[in-house]
């Protein structure tokens, strides 16, 4: 399976109308689905806001795409040769949207599950046919960042594997295929350095806005074009050995959440979306953030699809 002729996106909140706006880009006709009425009705703007990016990219329009927004989950499942799951990130959820989606999907579909770290095959283990559903994460925002983590469980197919990093490489993407753990790479390698910056800022070290700029050009800057292997091979494994030898146990081992996340979420300083978390935001605020970093990613990935991959 390259490009699918049919794509059925179930979930139309953060991720959904991002990853539809790409697969019809490329050609493919697409349902975005939800249960929510003011949900689909709000996804209508975040489809042209995608759109737009997506022209600001430069991403060719290939004829014959589309998307839809249908409220009634088998009329948007009906002939579909890829589903993507993107509801919320909850088990017993997923598992109640995936049984749905079996049940009414055609036999040959691939079905992918845009979770961010439940493992597949929990997520699999009341399915009648396993061994179609496999893991599918995108990046947010999903019409931007060009990768998706392909994770097989333990009973997917491997035709299925082959079909889905097929499809992903032909909407310009790159396929990261994984064994199966909690959470997948990217957001294990993510989650651990939020970690170790909430322990930095919770001890006093910096302020979040020095820590901020501290990553963006000490580290995120390197990263965006040297990868984490390459760059031990440019630094040298014996500064490493060197450096880890004394650093490592000095680096958070925190297995719980951070208590300025939890005393924050408990004043229902939620970031972004209330207008407060680490930073404050005033009116309009998030708007303009929001344009900034998506013109940002944009100027960054014109810039490294111009480098030799790492």
């Known amino acids: 399976m390259s490009v699918p002729t049919t794509t059925a996106v179930i979930g139309s909140g953060t991720m959904g109308p991002g990853i539809a706006a790409l697969m019809a880009r490329y050609g493919s006709t697409v349902r975005l689905n939800d249960v929510s009425a003011e949900v689909l009705e709000r996804a209508a703007g975040a489809l042209a806001i995608a759109e737009s990016v997506l ?9 014959g795409g589309s998307v839809s927004c249908e409220a009634d989950l088998a009329a948007a499942l009906d002939g579909a040769d890829l589903v993507i799951e993107a509801v919320p990130e909850r088990l017993d959820l997923k598992r109640a949207v995936l049984a749905e989606i079996e049940a009414a999907v055609r036999d040959d579909a691939v079905i992918g599950t845009n979770t961010s770290g439940i493992p597949v095959s929990e997520l699999a283990a009341d399915m009648a046919h396993p061994e179609r559903l496999i893991g599918m994460h995108w990046s947010n925002p999903p019409h931007v960042i060009p990768m998706i983590e392909v994770i097989p469980g333990e009973r997917t197919a491997e035709g299925v594997r082959d079909a889905l990093v097929e499809t992903v490489r032909a909407i310009g993407y790159e396929a ?12 294990r390698i993510l ?18 806005q020095d820590l901020d700029t501290c990553v963006k050009w000490g580290i995120g800057y390197k990263l965006a ?13 014996d500064i490493y050995e060197s450096v880890a030898g004394y650093l490592n146990r000095e680096l958070s081992t925190e297995a719980g959440v951070s208590p300025l996340v939890t005393e924050m979420t408990g004043q229902r300083k939620l970031g972004m979306k209330t207008g407060g ?10 708007a303009a953030k929001r344009a900034d970093i998506i013109a940002g990613l944009i100027t960054v ?8 991959p790492v």
């Open 191 to 208: 989650y651990a350095i939020l970690r170790e910056c909430l322990s930095l800022v919770e001890q006093g070290v910096v302020s979040r």
């Open 277 to 286: 978390g680490m930073y404050a935001y005033g009116e309009g605020d998030v």
């Open 176 to 187: 990261v295929v994984e064994k199966e753990v909690p959470g997948f790479v990217e957001n």
């Open 301 to 308: 990935r014109r810039a490294l699809s111009d480098t030799t």
């Open 55 to 63: 022209d600001r990219l430069g991403v060719p329009t290939t004829p």
């Open 225 to 237: 074009v040297i990868g984490p292997m390459r760059l031990l091979d440019m630094a040298g494994l």
